[in-house]
C-alpha cells in the first residue's frame, strides 16, 4: 500500500496493541503462528473483533464476533467510516496533515448510515457502531486481513476500505497500529519484494518509471519490457482469445486451484506449448508438453523468502532432491543456456547480491546479516541499517518529507453471483488448519485432523433440506455441480455453507465458483458463490469421517 | 470428547447459571439467526469462577459429573473440557464416575479412628458407597460421618454407629443435634458469648444481645480509625501464621490497586479443628458482621466466604444471615446507611484440606485448580483476581468486633505481649468434656485439659496433638506451657490452629503416624516434586516398621528436610513435623512393642 | 533502566529491575539446574530444582521465578540447596523413567551424589492411574518405592505420550494453553502423586480438542513426549542422534516465516523443531510446519507401513522419483 506492497506492522506489535480488527481472517487456523501473537495481545487486554461471516475459531476468541454477509465488507467499511465522521472522532490533523481526498471520501461514504451499513452486511447497526468507535478511540490499533478480504471481485476496493479506516483515524505509521495483511502462502510477499508482479520491478520499482528500468538494464545489457504484463486472470483471458499460446507455469496448479476450474482446464488443454516445472506430476504437469522436476524450494535449495512482516529470511538446503530433480535456479539457468543466452550458473547469494545491488529495499541485507540475525525486514537500506519495524512512520514527520497517502472512495457492489430463488445458499470457501490450498503438499501426511471434504452448512439449513450429517448432497452452481457428503456445522447460520478447497480429486470446489475477478489484482471471487444443495437418494453409504474440534477460549 | 447433558444436568446447569442467551455467551438458543456474538475470551475469564459453583449444581443434583454435564458447562463458561476435567477431579468431592446417590465418608482421622470412625469404616469395607474421609471438624462429637445425597442437601452424622450409617445409605434420614457450648453462660466469654444462647438464625436475636453495634460503631468512626485500633490491638492471625493483621489490613487499605477483596478463610480442615464450624454454625452472624467491618475497612466491595463443603449446617445458616442482613440494608449498596456498598458470598469448597491454604483458596474461587500459588508476591498485593486481597480465618475476623467497641487498647490488655485478646482451643480426644474452649492467651496447656475435664482413658496423657496435623505432638513435660505464640515458639511448638487432641497412653501412635502421613499424601496437591513424591516416600518409609523392618530415620530425616526446605508451601513445609514429633518422644518405637 | 545489586555466592552482581536470581547467576556465568523452566514459557517453579538459600528466608526459594532484590544475599551451593536439589532428583529418578533427560541434568545428578535406588525397588507399573480419584489411594506395603510406570499411550500417527517418563513439569499444559497454542486440550488431572498430564475423561488426542501442533513435544524435558517418527526409529534401534543434521530453513505453507529446524538422518527429515529464541514463533509451530514435510520425502502410510521398514527402503534408495501422494479418506 502506497507504493510498496506489504504489511505495515510487525507481528510484535500485535501483542500491545489496544484493539484489533481481523477482518475476514480465519488467522487461527490458516496463519497459526500469527494467531499465538495475536492472543498474545488478547491477553494484554486488546479488544479482539473478527468480522467473518462464519463464526470460525478465531472468532470464539473475540470480544466481538461481526457475522457479516459475504461481500458486505466494504459496506460495513463505509458505515465505520461514516461513523467515525459524524461522531468527530476522525484524526483531524493527521488526515490534514498526511493524506489527500478526505473530502471526496466523506462525500462518498456519506450515505452510508449505520442503518444502510446494517441493511447491508445483516449486522445490528448498534454494532457497527461499537467497533467503529473502538477503533477510533484506541491508543493503537491494528486491521489484520486476509483472503477473506482479497478473493473477491472487488479485492482492491475491499483493501482500500480498510485502508481509508487507518488513514481516517491515524492508526498507521506508528508502533502498535497499522495495516497488517497476512500472506496466504510463505512467499508471496517476496514474489512481489523480487518484481513477480505484471507492473513491478524487483524491490517494488516501476516497470514504466526509465529511471528504474535503466538500472536493471544496464546491468542486464537487455532492454526491459517498459509496459505493464498481465495477471493471471488476464493471462487466462489472453490465452483464451489465442493471444498468448505458450506457458511456462512454475511451482502453480492451476488446472486444480483456479476458480471455475473445468473452464481454466480447457483453456490451459488449447495452448500450443506448455512446459510445467514442480515437485509432482500435478493435474496442470498431466497438462504438459514438458515437465522440469524441481526441488523443493524450502528443504532441497539455498535462498530467501519473505514472511507476512517483510522479514526476509534464508531457506537452506537440508536434503538432497530426488532423482533428476534440480533446484529452479538451476533450471532457469539451463534454460537460458541452451537459448543461447546462458549466463553461468550463479549460487542463489550471488543472485542475491546482483538483487541487493538493484533494490534499494534490500541493499543491506547479506546472507550473512540475514543468517546472524534471524532475518531482516524491509527496507534495509545499507549493512549498517537495522531494518524496518513498521511502514510509513514518515507519514507523521514535519515537514512531510513525500507524497501524502490518498483516500479512496470505495463503491460497494454486491458479489457478482447473485442468490435467486434456484440458487439461494452462499457458498464460501476456504482453509482447514491442517491442510493447504490443492493439498499436493498437505496430503502427504498422516493428520489426524483431516476429514473428507465436505459441503459445511447450518444445522437448520439440514434440517430443511431433510438430510442427515454425513448424507450426500448435491451441491449446484450456475457453472457446474459436484457431489459431497453434508456436515453439520453450528458456526454457520443458515443460508451460508462452507467447503474447504484441500482436496479437489475427490471434490472438485473450483467447478462451482465463479470466474469473476478483480480488475486491479486479478483475484477472483473464490469467496462468494450461489448455490443450491440437493439430497441424493437415500441409501448412498456414508463416506464422511464426521469429526467436529472444540476450540474453546480460556 | 463430544456427549450431550441430560436434562436433569442442563437443568442444575442453568439454574445456577440462568439459560442461555442468544448472544452473550458461547451457545445462542437460535443459532439460525445469529449474527453477532459477544463474549470470546473476555467471557470466559470472566465466567471462569463460576466453574466449581457450577460443577458443585451438577454433582448435587445427580451426584456426578457425567462427560455430558461437563460439556454442557464448558459450553455455558467457555472453560476447555480438560481444564474442568482437571478441576472437577482435584476435589475429593465431586465425582466424574457415577456413583450411589447417597454416598458416606466416614472420618478415620486422628480424633475419629480412636473413638470408633475405623472400626465403622471396617465394617463397611467393600460397599461402594462408602469411603474414609480426613478429618470432618467434628472431633467434639466422634465418630462423624458426611453424607453426599443426590437430590438433596449434604449432611453430617456425629456421634455416628455402623448401622446408623447404614440406616442413613439406606434413605434415613439424620436429626440435628444441639451445639457442644461446654463454656455457655460463662459471662467472661467474648467470642463465645452467644454461642448456645442465642438463636443463630434470627438476626433479631443477635440484635438484642448487641450484635451490629460494631457494624455501626464501625461506620460512625471510619475505616481509618478502625484500622488504627486494629493496629493497636496486636491482634494476629488465628488460622496458624499468627500474622500481624493491621498490617495486612493497612497494606491492602491502601493500595491504589482496584478492586480490593476481602475472603474469609472457612476451610477449617486442619485435622482436630471444629472452632470455626462452632462460630458459623453458633453465631453466623458475628461472622458477616465483622466481615463487613473487614470489607468497609479495607475498601473492598465484595467479600467472599470460602466454607469447606463438609460444614453444611454452617453453611446454611451464615447463607440465612446473609440474607436477613441483605434484607435489612446491614449489607448491599448502601451497608447500614455508611453510603458504601458491601456483599458476600458464600463459596463451597470441594472436598481438598489444601484449599485451606490462602493462595490456593484463591485458585479454587477462581475456578482454577487448588494450587497453591508462589509467594512473593502475597496477597496483599496479587491476591484474588490478581488484586490486593484481605485473606482472614473465621476466628481471627471474629476478634474484630470486639476491637472496634471497645477499642484496640482494651483488647491488646488481654493475653499477652505478643499474644493479644482471647483464642479458642478445640479440646478432643481423651478429654472429659471435648468442645472449644475460650481462654486467654498465656492459660498454660495442662490448665486448658483441665478446664475440659481433665484426661479420660486410662487417665494417663500419652501425647497431646498441639496445633494439628501440620502441628506436632508433646509429651506431659508441656503441660505447663503457656499457651501464647511467644512461648510455643520457645518451646519448638506450635499454636497452630488451636487444636488440642489429648491421647492417652494405650493409644497406637505408630498407627496415628501412618494416618497423618497418608492424610498428606491424599491432600498434597502434587504441583511440587518435594511434597508430591516426599508425602509418598514418608508413608512408605512409616509402612515399612509396620511390616517389622526399623525405620530408617537417617532417610526420614532427609524426606523431611526437603519439603520443608523446598516445598512450594506450608502443607510440605509440615507433612513431616508432627510425625517426625512422634519419633522424638520415642513413641514410634515404644508402642511398636 | 534501573539495576539492583545482590551478592550470589558472595560476589556482588548488578542485574535490570525485574530480573530474577536466575538471570544473576547466569549473569555471573553460575548456571543453575532448572527443569520446568524455559525461557519462552511463564515460571511456574514447581520443580524446586532450581531453589537456592535467601539470606532471611526461612525456607528455600525458586531462583526461576523469584525477583532478584537489593541487598539479596543468594547461595547457590549451601548444604540446604545441595541437599534439596539432590532430594529432587532422587525423588524423580526413583519415580519417573529419566533415561531420556539432557546430559546436563545427567551430569546434575551425578554433582549432587542421586542414589534413587535406596527407596527400594520400583513399584509395578500401574493401569490405573487415569483412573484415580483425589483424596483417596491404595496404601502400599512400603517394600516397593511407587513410581508413575504406566503403559505408552499411542493413539493417533503423529506423537506419542510415555507419562512413565512425565516429572509434571507443566510446560506440555502451558505451551498447548496460554503461552503458546491456547488449545487447552491437555491440562493437569487428579490430585497430589496421582497428579497427571491428561484430556478430559483421558480421551483419546483424537477425540480431544488437541490440534497436533507438536508444541508439548516441543517444551518436553524428558521425551515423555515424543513424534511418532522418533518413537519408532528408536524402538527399531536406529535413531542416530550423532549422525543428524540440523539446518535451519523456513516453512512452506503460509506467509507467517516460521523458522523451522529440520533434523535429518539418511537424506531423511526425522524431526521438525523451531528455535526458542527467534522472534516470530519462539519455538512453536503448527501441525503443517511442525509435520506437513512429508511431500518431500516418500513415506508411506506411516499407519500401515512401519517407519524402521521406510528408512531401510531409504538407505537402500534414496534417489527414488518423488510420487504425487495419494489422498487420503
Given at each position: ?37 495475536l ?21 470464539m ?24 465522521i ?9 488526515i ?9 471520501y ?42 477473506g478480504?482479497?478473493e ?18 491515524g ?18 510477499q ?23 528500468r ?19 486472470s ?20 492451476p ?26 506430476m ?26 507476512s512482516?517483510?522479514r ?11 532423482g533428476?530433480?534440480?533446484?529452479d535456479?538451476?533450471i ?6 541452451r537459448?543461447?543466452r ?18 534499494p ?129 453450528r ?51 456414508n463416506?464422511?469421517?464426521v ?8 | ?40 475470551y ?33 459450553e455455558?463458561l467457555l ?24 454416598v ?14 475405623a ?28 453424607f ?7 449432611t ?33 466469654l ?49 488460622g496458624?501464621?499468627a ?42 452472624f ?40 441483605r434484607?435489612?440494608?446491614l ?17 463451597r ?5 489444601i ?21 512473593p ?22 476478634n ?16 499477652t ?41 486410662n ?87 509396620h511390616g ?22 506450608g502443607?510440605g513445609?509440615t ?12 513413641l ?6 | ?32 539446574p ?18 537456592v ?17 537489593d ?7 549451601s ?6 536439589r ?24 551425578d ?23 483425589a483424596?483417596?489411594?491404595q ?79 516441543g ?10 517418527s ?56 503448527c501441525?503443517?510446519g ?35 501422494p495419494?489422498?487420503?479418506?
Open positions: 500500500m502506497f507504493g510498496v506492497g506489504g504489511g505495515t506492522c510487525s507481528y510484535e506489535e500485535i501483542e500491545t496493541t489496544d484493539v484489533i480488527l481481523l477482518w475476514g481472517s480465519n488467522a487461527r487456523e490458516a496463519h497459526p503462528i500469527f494467531f499465538h501473537h492472543m498474545k495481545g488478547v491477553r494484554n487486554g486488546a479488544k479482539l473483533y473478527t468480522v467473518d461471516p462464519r463464526r470460525t475459531t478465531s472468532a476468541w473475540a470480544d466481538a464476533w461481526l457475522g457479516l454477509e459475504v461481500g458486505s465488507d466494504i459496506a460495513l467499511a463505509n458505515a465505520v467510516g461514516r461513523e467515525i459524524t461522531s468527530g472522532l476522525h484524526h483531524k490533523e493527521f490534514q496533515h498526511a493524506t489527500v481526498g478526505f473530502d471526496a466523506a462525500e462518498s461514504v456519506e450515505p452510508w448510515t449505520l442503518q444502510r451499513g446494517a441493511d447491508i452486511t445483516g449486522l445490528p447497526p448498534e454494532v457497527i457502531r461499537r467497533m467503529a468507535h473502538d477503533y477510533a478511540t484506541a491508543e493503537q490499533a491494528q486491521i489484520c486481513w486476509t483472503l478480504i482479497t473477491h471481485h472487488n479485492a482492491t476496493d475491499n483493501v482500500l476500505a480498510l485502508i481509508n479506516l487507518a488513514l481516517l483515524t492508526h498507521v505509521g506508528r508502533y502498535g497500529s497499522g495495516l497488517v495483511p497476512i500472506r496466504g502462502q510463505n512467499n508471496v517476496g514474489g512481489g519484494d523480487m518484481g513477480a508482479l505484471p507492473n513491478r520491478l524487483p524491490g517494488f520499482q516501476d516497470i514504466e518509471d526509465p529511471v528504474s535503466g538500472k536493471f538494464e544496464a546491468l542486464w545489457g537487455r532492454p526491459v519490457p517498459n509496459q505493464a504484463g498481465k495477471h493471471l488476464l493471462m487466462l483471458e489472453a490465452m483464451e482469445h489465442g493471444e498468448i499460446t505458450a506457458l511456462y507455469v512454475i511451482g502453480e496448479n488446472a486444480q486451484s483456479e476458480a471455475r476450474s473445468d473452464h481454466a482446464r480447457s483453456i490451459l488443454r488449447g495452448l500450443e506449448f506448455m512446459v510445467v516445472q514442480d515437485l509432482f500435478t493435474r496442470t504437469a498431466e497438462l504438459a508438453d514438458v515437465v522440469f522436476p524441481a526441488a523443493a524450494g524450502w528443504a532441497e535449495t539455498d535462498g530467501t523468502v519473505t514472511s512482516e517483510r526476509v529470511q534464508r531457506v537452506r538446503k537440508a536434503l538432497e532432491p530426488p533428476d530433480a534440480r533446484d535456479l538451476h532457469i539457468s539451463a534454460l537460458a543456456e537459448m543461447g546462458g549466463w553461468g550458473y550463479p549460487t542463489a547469494e550471488e543472485v542475491w547480491d546482483e538483487l541487493r545491488s538493484l533494490s529495499l534490500h541493499a543491506g541485507m547479506s546472507y550473512r546479516r540475514l543468517a546472524d540475525v534471524g532475518g531482516l525486514q524491509w527496507p534495509c537500506t545499507g549493512e549498517d541499517h537495522p531494518g524496518t519495524l513498521f511502514l510509513h512512520g514518515d507519514l507523521w514527520d514535519d515537514p512531510l518529507p513525500r507524497d501524502p497517502a490518498p483516500f479512496f472512495a470505495t463503491p460497494w457492489a454486491p458479489p457478482v453471483d447473485e442468490l435467486s430463488e434456484e440458487y439461494p445458499i452462499r457458498l464460501t470457501t476456504g482453509r482447514r488448519l491442517d491442510s493447504y490450498n490443492t493439498g499436493v503438499q498437505s496430503r502427504g501426511y498422516s493428520s489426524p485432523l483431516r476429514t473428507a471434504v465436505a459441503v459445511e452448512v447450518a444445522p437448520a439449513d439440514g434440517t430443511a433440506l431433510g438430510v442427515a450429517e454425513g448424507d450426500r448432497v448435491r451441491v449446484v452452481s450456475r457453472r457446474g455441480s459436484v457431489e459431497a457428503p453434508v456436515l453439520f456445522d458456526s454457520l447460520r443458515a443460508g451460508l455453507a462452507f467447503m474447504a478447497v484441500h482436496d479437489p480429486d475427490e471434490v472438485d470446489v473450483n467447478l462451482l465458483t465463479i470466474d469473476a475477478w478483480d480488475p486491479k489484482s486479478g483475484t477472483a471471487e473464490f469467496k462468494a458463490t450461489a448455490v443450491r444443495i440437493e439430497p441424493l437418494e437415500e441409501g448412498v453409504e463416506r464422511t469421517g469429526r467436529s474440534v472444540a476450540n474453546y477460549p480460556a | 470428547m463430544s456427549a450431550e447433558p441430560t436434562a436433569a444436568e442442563r437443568f442444575a446447569v442453568d439454574a445456577l447459571l440462568g439459560p442461555p442467551s442468544p448472544s452473550g455467551d458461547g451457545e445462542p438458543t437460535q443459532p439460525a439467526d445469529r449474527r453477532v456474538v459477544f463474549g470470546g473476555r467471557h470466559s475469564v470472566e465466567s471462569r469462577h463460576l466453574l466449581l459453583p457450577a460443577l458443585h449444581a451438577v454433582n448435587d443434583a445427580v451426584g456426578w459429573v457425567s462427560t455430558g454435564a461437563l460439556n454442557y458447562i464448558c455455558r472453560v476447555p473440557p480438560a481444564e474442568a476435567y482437571g478441576v472437577a477431579g482435584f476435589y475429593a468431592l465431586l465425582s466424574l464416575e457415577e456413583r450411589p446417590t447417597r458416606a465418608h466416614v472420618c478415620d482421622d486422628v480424633a475419629c479412628r480412636t473413638m470408633g470412625g472400626g465403622i469404616l471396617a465394617d463397611l469395607e467393600g460397599r461402594p458407597d462408602a469411603h474414609p474421609s480426613p478429618c470432618l471438624g467434628q472431633c467434639d462429637q466422634a465418630p462423624a460421618v458426611f453426599q445425597r443426590a437430590g438433596e442437601e449434604d453430617v452424622l456425629v456421634g455416628a454407629t455402623h448401622d446408623r450409617v447404614v440406616e442413613v445409605l439406606a434413605g434415613g434420614s439424620i436429626e440435628e443435634v444441639p451445639p457442644i457450648a461446654p463454656q455457655a453462660g460463662d459471662p467472661s467474648r467470642l463465645l458469648k452467644r454461642i448456645g444462647t442465642v438463636d443463630p438464625t434470627s438476626l433479631e436475636g443477635y440484635r438484642d444481645v448487641g450484635g451490629y453495634q460494631a457494624l455501626a460503631r464501625a461506620v460512625e468512626i471510619g475505616p481509618d480509625r478502625v484500622l488504627t485500633q486494629i493496629k493497636a490491638s496486636g491482634l494476629r492471625g488465628r496458624g501464621a500474622f500481624p493483621m493491621g498490617i495486612k489490613w493497612e497494606a491492602v487499605a491502601r493500595s491504589p490497586d482496584m478492586p480490593h477483596y476481602l475472603i474469609c478463610n472457612a476451610d477449617e480442615s486442619e485435622p482436630g479443628t471444629f472452632k470455626d464450624r462452632a462460630l458459623m454454625e453458633g453465631d453466623p458475628a461472622v458477616i458482621e465483622s466481615m463487613t467491618i473487614a470489607g468497609l475497612t479495607v475498601g473492598a466491595e465484595r467479600g467472599y466466604l470460602y466454607i469447606r463443603a463438609e460444614y453444611p449446617l454452617a453453611q446454611s445458616r451464615l447463607q440465612n444471615a446473609i440474607d436477613s442482613a434484607a435489612e440494608g449489607l448491599g449498596a448502601n451497608v447500614a446507611g455508611s453510603g458504601r456498598a458491601f456483599e458476600i458470598e458464600i463459596r469448597g470441594g472436598g481438598a484440606y484449599c485451606g491454604e490462602e493462595t490456593a483458596l484463591m485458585n479454587s474461587i477462581e475456578g482454577k485448580r487448588g494450587e497453591p500459588r508462589n509467594k508476591p502475597f496477597p496483599t498485593q496479587v491476591g484474588l483476581f490478581g488484586r490486593p486481597t484481605v485473606i482472614n480465618n473465621v476466628e481471627t475476623l471474629i474484630v468486633l470486639d476491637i472496634v467497641l471497645e477499642g484496640g487498647a482494651a483488647f491488646a490488655e488481654i493475653g505481649g505478643e499474644s493479644t485478646g482471647p483464642k479458642l482451643f478445640c479440646l478432643a480426644g481423651a478429654v472429659a468434656r471435648p468442645g472449644v474452649y475460650e481462654v486467654e492467651f498465656g492459660t498454660t496447656l495442662g490448665e486448658l485439659i483441665d478446664l475440659a475435664g481433665g484426661v479420660t482413658g487417665g494417663r496423657i500419652g501425647a497431646v496433638m498441639l496445633g494439628g496435623a501440620a502441628g506436632l505432638f508433646v509429651g506431659e513435660d508441656h503441660l505447663d506451657m503457656p499457651l501464647t505464640f511467644e512461648d510455643a515458639r520457645s518451646r519448638q511448638a506450635t499454636l497452630g490452629s488451636g487444636v488440642v487432641l489429648v491421647f492417652d497412653d494405650r493409644t497406637d501412635f505408630p498407627d496415628i503416624s501412618r494416618r497423618i502421613a497418608r492424610f498428606f499424601r491424599d491432600e498434597s496437591c502434587g504441583q511440587c516434586v518435594p511434597c508430591r513424591v516426599g508425602t509418598v516416600r514418608q508413608e512408605e518409609l512409616l509402612a515399612r516398621p517389622g523392618e526399623p525405620l530408617d530415620e537417617d532417610l526420614f530425616e532427609e524426606v523431611a528436610r526437603v519439603m520443608m526446605d523446598a516445598s512450594i508451601c502443607l513445609h507433612a513431616s513435623t508432627a510425625i517426625r514429633s512422634v519419633i522424638d518422644l520415642g514410634l518405637e515404644r508402642s511398636r512393642g | 533502566m534501573a539495576e539492583v545489586t545482590l551478592a550470589v555466592d558472595g560476589t556482588t552482581v548488578k542485574v535490570p529491575d525485574g530480573s530474577t536470581i536466575l538471570d544473576a547467576c547466569r549473569a555471573l556465568g553460575n548456571d543453575q532448572t527443569l520446568c523452566y524455559l525461557d519462552n514459557l511463564t515460571p511456574v517453579n514447581v520443580c524446586r530444582v532450581c531453589v538459600e535467601v539470606e532471611g528466608n526461612r525456607t528455600l526459594v525458586p531462583s526461576c521465578s523469584r525477583p532478584a532484590e541487598g539479596m544475599e543468594v547461595a547457590t551451593d548444604d540446604r540447596v545441595r541437599h534439596s539432590k532430594m529432587v532428583y532422587e525423588f524423580l529418578a526413583s519415580t519417573v523413567d529419566l533415561g531420556l533427560v539432557d546430559e546436563e541434568t545427567v551430569a546434575w545428578m554433582r549432587y551424589g542421586c542414589d534413587p535406588d535406596r527407596y527400594g525397588p520400583p513399584a509395578d507399573p500401574a493401569v490405573d492411574r487415569d483412573r484415580r480419584k483424596g483417596h489411594h496404601i502400599g506395603p512400603g517394600t516397593v518405592a511407587e513410581t508413575v510406570h504406566q503403559p505408552v499411550k499411542v493413539d493417533n500417527e503423529l506423537y506419542v505420550r510415555d507419562y512413565s517418563r512425565c516429572i509434571l513439569c507443566y510446560k506440555c499444559v502451558e505451551a498447548c494453553g496460554e503461552d503458546a497454542q491456547n488449545t487447552f486440550a491437555i491440562a493437569v488431572a487428579g490430585r497430589g502423586f496421582d497428579a497427571r498430564i491428561s484430556t478430559e475423561f483421558d480421551t483419546g488426542l483424537t477425540d480431544s480438542a488437541c490440534v497436533f501442533c507438536g508444541n508439548c513435544i517444551v518436553c524435558p524428558t521425551g515423555a513426549l515424543m513424534f511418532r522418533e518413537y519408532e526409529l528408536r524402538q527399531a534401534g536406529m535413531w542416530e542422534e550423532d549422525s543428524q543434521t540440523v539446518t535451519r530453513t523456513i516453512c512452506s505453507y503460509c506467509g507467517v516465516g516460521c523458522n523451522l529446524d529440520l533434523h535429518v538422518q539418511d537424506n531423511r527429515i526425522v524431526k521438525v523443531t523451531s528455535p526458542m529464541d527467534h522472534s516470530v514463533t519462539s519455538g512453536h509451530l501441525i503443517k511442525r509435520f506437513g514435510y512429508e511431500y518431500v520425502q516418500e513415506v508411506g502410510d506411516l499407519a500401515v507401513t512401519p517407519i524402521d521398514e521406510i528408512l531401510r527402503r531409504a538407505r537402500i534408495d534414496d534417489r527414488g522419483r518423488r510420487r504425487r495419494e489422498p487420503r479418506a
